[in-house]
């Protein structure tokens, strides 16, 4: 086995000429966010606060421009949810932290998709304090 492939031709074409993977403007391509920064994603939202502070203390996650910026704004959401139930949640029976749950799974599952997710106040209040 080598490591060549076959062009369309039926040519064998070396990695190295088949472009991509080149840090310096070889022709390479950007696949986005990897499946494990997706899934860490999808998992702040869906368990926020808790998540995204154990994402805040893993060195290796907590700088991917992904994870980060979902982060942020799954903690915001959670720290807001927490409030909320708090405050008004035992008066509706716990209403509004069932339906806050529900809107972070579907914003998690838009992060898993690689979408980015805008939070209406909380989006430009993470973007401004330079959080993502």
């Given amino acids: 086995m080598t490591d060549d492939f076959e062009n369309t031709n039926g040519d064998e074409v070396p990695i190295d000429d088949m472009g991509g993977g080149d840090s310096f403007g070889g022709g390479g391509f950007d696949s986005g966010p990897s499946d494990d920064d997706?899934?860490?994603?999808?998992?702040?939202?869906?368990?926020?606060?808790?998540?995204?502070?154990i994402i805040l203390l893993m060195?290796?996650?907590?700088?991917?421009p992904f994870i980060k910026a979902?982060?942020?704004?799954?903690?915001?959401?959670?720290?807001?949810?927490?409030?909320?139930?708090v405050l008004i949640g035992?008066?509706?029976?716990g209403l509004p932290s069932?339906?806050?749950?529900?809107?972070?799974?579907?914003?998690?599952w838009q992060a898993y998709q690689g979408q980015?997710?805008?939070i209406p106040v909380i989006t430009d209040f993470v973007k401004g304090q330079g959080w993502a």
Avoid at 39 to 45: D, G, P, S, T
Avoid at 72 to 78: D, P, R, S
């Fill in 59 to 64: 060195a290796d996650k907590k700088d991917r």
């Fill in 90 to 93: 035992w008066l509706l029976c």
């Fill in 70 to 85: 979902h982060n942020m704004q799954a903690l915001v959401w959670g720290v807001l949810n927490v409030i909320i139930s």
């Fill in 116 to 118: 980015e997710v805008t």
């Fill in 38 to 53: 997706k899934l860490w994603a999808l998992l702040a939202y869906v368990f926020t606060p808790l998540v995204p502070v």
């Fill in 98 to 108: 069932i339906v806050m749950w529900l809107v972070g799974i579907y914003w998690g």
